[in-house]
Nanobody, 120 residues
Framework: QVQLVESGGGLVQAGGSLRLSCAAS????????WAWYRQGPGEQRELVAM???????HYMDSVKGRFTISRDDAKNTQSLQMDSLKPEDSGLYYC??????????????WGQGTQVTVSS
């Protein structure tokens, strides 16, 4: 079993920066894929960024060049650096991972969500 703890959300002005972090805990955790999803007001949850086990990254078009996802496998953590923030980046951000814990098969895990609000 894997537990995810998110941090770094908050209220910032347009043009500012935030760094979201997510830490996985559990017994013999092996992280496959890390990702961040976002759900804006009245919108469907959407993939924002993803980083694969080999380091390959994918981003939604609207955040390319401004957001950077990274992972630290020694600590079982990931981070999303968000620069040049825009009001449309606002939403509830969810940490997500596909991972194994001990002998448990590959499973999908979610954090509780952290709010990001960007004021104009």
């Amino acid at each position: 079993q894997v537990q995810l703890v998110e941090s770094g959300g908050g209220l910032v002005q347009a043009g500012g920066s935030l760094r979201l972090s997510c830490a996985a805990s559990g017994s013999m955790v092996s992280i496959n894929v890390w990702a961040w999803y976002r759900q804006g007001p009245g919108e469907q949850r959407e993939l924002v960024a993803m980083i694969l086990s080999g380091g390959t990254t994918h981003y939604m078009d609207s955040v390319k060049g401004r957001f950077t996802i990274s992972r630290d496998d020694a600590k079982n953590t990931q981070s999303l650096q968000m620069d040049s923030l825009k009001p449309e980046d606002s939403g509830l951000y969810y940490c997500n991972t596909n991972a194994r814990a001990g002998t448990t098969g590959l499973r999908n895990y979610w954090g509780q969500g952290t709010q990001v609000t960007v004021s104009s």
